[in-house]
């Protein structure tokens, strides 16, 4: 499946890369287009087909505005060993999390160049019974046919959560012909709260048609729900767009409450792994006003205990009304 799509996203560019249009848009409202993205993880999508650890996470975003943006997302974790009622101690916690993102970001000029995007955003949410993890995935396990987890019982318990993150990328043509065929986004995220306290630094290499106005991809946990589609010359991106990407970065984790479990309850918990590294590699293609992405994650271990990599696909598809 995998092979037949990268096929098609590069068969499409060849055809498409001669002919790439741009629309000139007016600052009035009338031009301002509604956008609205779903992004959906699960380790069913990666090459392995697991059912543990970060099993799933679901995000809607929506943006009225060329900087500000909404976004609502769930995560769901799960240990190796789902038939067990009583998991072990040094198994992954089961957890689940709903929160409501606000966020700005902005494309940054510099000296006439548009390499650098900055975005930071607030989180509020909730952990526990209240995110509604299980029972999405009771509902899910059943329409598949999949055995429902046993241990749902031991979950973490109830609890607001709320953090604040920014992220920065800058942006390194890495293409002589002036193509914008290959490029280079060298990205940072720093998060501070009781969802996630860490900092990631990695690099993404693109390779396709029209990169200029593309920022790259990333997981919903390390990735803002920016879309800067909007541009302040009155330009809208070319109507076509299209590559594959290799991401690679480290995560230095001080909290991260799927490990840690809640803040300010007792609850279940393993020891996390100081240390992270991901692997992300897919592609996208984007025609006019929608764009669809396909990645698979590889990472390392999340907890000290934890008894292999983990590996998990997403797809993103966005609109632009």
Not at 181 to 205: E, F, N
Request: with cysteine; glycine share 10%.
């Amino acid at each position: 499946m995998r092979r037949t799509l990268f096929h098609l996203v590069w068969s499409t560019a060849v055809l498409a890369q001669s002919s790439a249009p741009t629309l000139r848009l007016s600052h009035d409202s009338e031009g301002i287009h509604p956008i609205v993205g779903l992004t959906e993880e699960n380790d069913k999508f990666g090459t392995k087909g697991t059912d543990k650890y970060y099993t799933q996470g679901l995000r809607i975003h929506f943006q009225n505005d060329p900087n500000f943006y909404w976004a609502l997302t769930q995560e769901i974790n799960t240990p190796a060993d789902t038939e067990n009622p009583v998991p072990s101690d040094t198994d992954q916690p089961y957890s689940g999390i709903l929160y409501l993102t606000y966020g700005y970001g902005k494309v940054l000029e510099r000296g006439g160049r548009r390499d650098c995007l900055f975005t930071v955003e607030g989180q509020i949410g909730v952990t526990g019974p209240a995110s509604g993890a299980e029972t999405i995935q009771e509902r899910f396990h059943q329409v598949i046919g999949v055995s429902i987890p046993s241990g749902w019982g031991s979950q973490i318990p109830t609890e607001p959560v709320f953090n604040l993150n920014a992220e920065f990328k800058r942006k390194i043509v890495w293409d002589d012909s002036g193509r914008n065929l290959r490029d280079v986004i060298a990205h940072a995220k720093l998060q501070l709260g009781t969802i996630r306290t860490q900092l990631a630094l990695g690099a993404q290499v693109r390779w396709g048609v029209n990169l200029q106005d593309t920022w790259g991809q990333g997981t919903i946990r390390h990735s803002s729900a920016f879309s800067p589609h909007y541009r302040s010359d009155g330009v809208y991106p070319n109507t076509f767009s299209s590559y594959f990407f290799t991401d690679a970065q480290l995560e230095f984790v001080v909290k991260n409450y799927a490990t840690d479990g809640t803040t300010f309850r007792e609850s279940a918990h393993v020891i996390r792994s100081p240390i992270v590294g991901q692997l992300l590699m897919g592609a996208t293609a984007s025609i006019y006003r929608t764009s669809i992405t396909y990645y698979l994650a590889i990472r390392t271990k999340d907890f000290e205990t934890q008894a292999t990599t983990h590996y998990f696909g997403g797809f993103k598809g966005v609109i632009s009304f």
